[in-house]
């Protein structure tokens, strides 16, 4: 019998990025062990579960996003018994555990991409792929005009002539989904890791998987390398990517019939729109895509408001919820994100990320937590150019967009690199140099600071469980003055944000239950958010 409490509609997720947690081996690289000495903050915390990203076998090329074995452990982050260990531990502390899963493409060095290299045109390991003969009287021209999201064409020429296929990079060539090996495979490797106990997955590039099949050239082929997002038609949401979805759903609910306990299934989902973002979510796809809209708007009532509008329209109506984000592994952090040129150092930026993590902890539906978070980090802007490791500086030269800034490894403890995150073993750094600021972040100094970052994130998700009108539900829209955004959730409980500079009356009377910055009665600080308990 299925429990009728879908845990994962109001969850809130905690990501954690692996090699940048917490290091248990000196190394300079965190890994799963870390993780688990991790889980008690985490619990503190009082998140409902973690994101655990990739920690599969892998020459590390895009740190994991290219697969070398989809049902195994790298031994940098350790092994399967140190992830059973993990897996107990989470249990016991009651929270969920999701794995990332990267169904798009593979690792050049995975198994069947070696048979396919070593293969002749046209067997069936190269079925596996998407191979194909190149353009031009001597086939030196790639089959079509698309070029890759991090940079370069999105083909590469093998020694005998053809050409493959890879919308990343060339260590990361595509499945062809086409093929039924494809989808047979993955779902042993579901099976092997809900085998294991997960409680679910989230799925890299979840609108990619099938191309368009004739292959054709793009009227903007550089679309996605210019935005690096999943731009072009002919590669990306194609119609036959819903299949794969209900299959999964399938064997997700095949599980939960069992036992009672819902897998969840949450997607890396990409598209133009609100309303196609809600064709992955209805009641046979995924549970859950992450909402990206509310990452990508800029800091403006209008524009906030917009965003919420539309989800909550098209995307609520299908029956699943919300999945909102502001910070991930591949995004500037909002801490810098927010903040200004003109007013740097001002705290601008810090202030509008604590007001616009109130306001997604008060949305209905669930919310996903970057690590660090919720320590405020900034983005880490001025790493030295030797130590970047993104595969987009490798292949373009270019410093726009990279991603490195925010996955430096935390600060947990001291006045001085690694700050905790490592054992500090004689010569051996974190994978990415942190910077003499961090100390202002690290977690014994937020735990012990009652204005931290971390309390307000603590306190917020603490009411968001104590309160029946957060969570799951709808939301009203009140009136308010410009520049300020104010709804009202359940009964009674009012959020506001005022996105300007200067103080804005309060939409509610009293003393705020919660606020992102000082709140007197009656006023509404700029850069601020609050929550109210009233009788509307």
Sequence with gaps: MLSKYHWWRDAVIYQVYVRSFLDSTGDGIGDLAGVRAGLPYLKK?????IWLSPFYPSPQHDHGYDVADYRGVDPLFGDLAEFDLLMAAARRLGIKVLLDIVPNHCSSEHPWFR???????????????????????????????????????????VPDGQWYLHMFTPEQPDLNWRNPEIPEEFDRTLRFWLDRGVDGFRIDVAAGLFKHPGLPDSDDPEADARTRDSVNPLAWNQPEVHEVWRRWRALCEEYAGRDGHERLLVGEVSVPTAREHALYVRPDELHQAFFF???????????????????????????????????????????????????????????????????????????????????????????PDDVLTDPIYRRTGSRARI????????????QASPFGFTSGVEGVKPWLPQPDYFAEYATDRALADTRSFWHLYRDGLQLRKSLPQLGEGTLRWLDAPPDVLAFVRGDGLVCAVNFGTGPAPAPASGTPLLSSGPCPPGVLPGATAAWWLNDL
């Design 115 to 157: 048979e396919a290299l070593a293969g002749e045109p046209g067997s069936p390991a190269r079925a596996r792929f998407h191979f194909a003969d190149g353009r031009g009287p001597d086939g030196s021209e790639p089959p079509n005009n698309w070029h890759a999201m991090f940079g370069g064409p999105a083909w590469t020429r």
């Design 45 to 49: 915390l009082g998140v409902d579960g």
């Design 293 to 383: 809209d509310l990452l990508g708007a800029p800091w403006d009532a209008d524009a906030f408001r917009k965003v919420i509008s539309e989800a909550m329209q098209d995307i609520a109506g299908t029956g699943s919820t919300v999945t909102w984000v502001l910070n991930n592994h591949d995004q500037v952090r909002t801490v810098t994100r927010y903040g200004e040129p003109a007013t740097e150092g001002s705290g601008l930026g810090a202030a509008r990320a604590r007001a616009a993590a109130l306001l997604m902890l008060a949305l209905p539906g669930a919310a996903y937590i970057y690590q660090g978070e919720e320590l405020g980090l900034p983005e880490v802007v001025d790493l």
């Design 403 to 414: 991603r490195d800034g925010c996955r430096v490894p935390l600060p947990w403890s001291g």
